[in-house]
């Protein structure tokens, strides 16, 4: 399906996009690589990749990335990434990176989560009142944020932006890009990683894949799943959200 977005790019062809990204340790790096891909073309400033330190981090899998600033030192940006993975659990009460996420947000044109990451958005207080949605293991979650879930691949709501797994950040990337700079620059941006995805397997979604597979994902990941709910229920009550349905 094609994407309907608005014909006038935020952004002139001239005019510099300030864009940060937030890495931490255990995070998945396709949920900033995918979408980097994207948003490097954008702008003739570097994206940052911001962190708490310079030291660098490993994602899940072991792929070492070095910020290039600390959160205290980043200025104002336009555009705010906001990967996840497994190491999105350890943020979710962490005041530093939620005060950052918030402030971030507050000023930027757009707040872009990918997977998990919109969790972490929610943990800020971001999602409340807003359309979104994340990877469909922790979908059922999205509740606890206050967010009305909204099961589409890529999401917009006003200065929000959320895209489902993994894969699905190049796409939300591709929406940003169109909204910044115009559909056409999307086009060409599109083009030029050639991204025309041809799946081997209908096995992308829950909807699509066999029961045996959706069952296998479900046992592999239900130990970081109930992790994950236990932490939604406490930052509900933090932002007084009402979990008493936690069904």
Known sequence: MVATVSPE???????PIRIGA???PDMDQM??????????????????LL???KESIRDQSGLRLSPDATLAEAAPLDLLLVPGGYGQQALMNDDTVLEFVARQSAAARLTFSVCTGSLVCGAAGLLQG??????????HLLKYFGAIPTNERVVVDGDLVTAAGLTSGIDGALRVAAMLRGEEVARQIQLAIQYAPEPPFSSGSPEVASPETVAHIREHTCGITSQRLATAIEVARRLGIDVSDTA
């Open 9 to 15: 790019p935020w952004f002139s062809p001239d005019q």
């Open 130 to 139: 807003k359309k979104a949605t994340t990877h469909w293991t922790a979908f």
């Open 22 to 24: 937030l890495i931490f």
């Open 31 to 48: 949920d900033l690589t995918g979408p980097y891909s994207v948003l490097c073309r954008l702008t003739s400033l570097p994206v940052l």
């Open 51 to 53: 962190w708490k330190t």
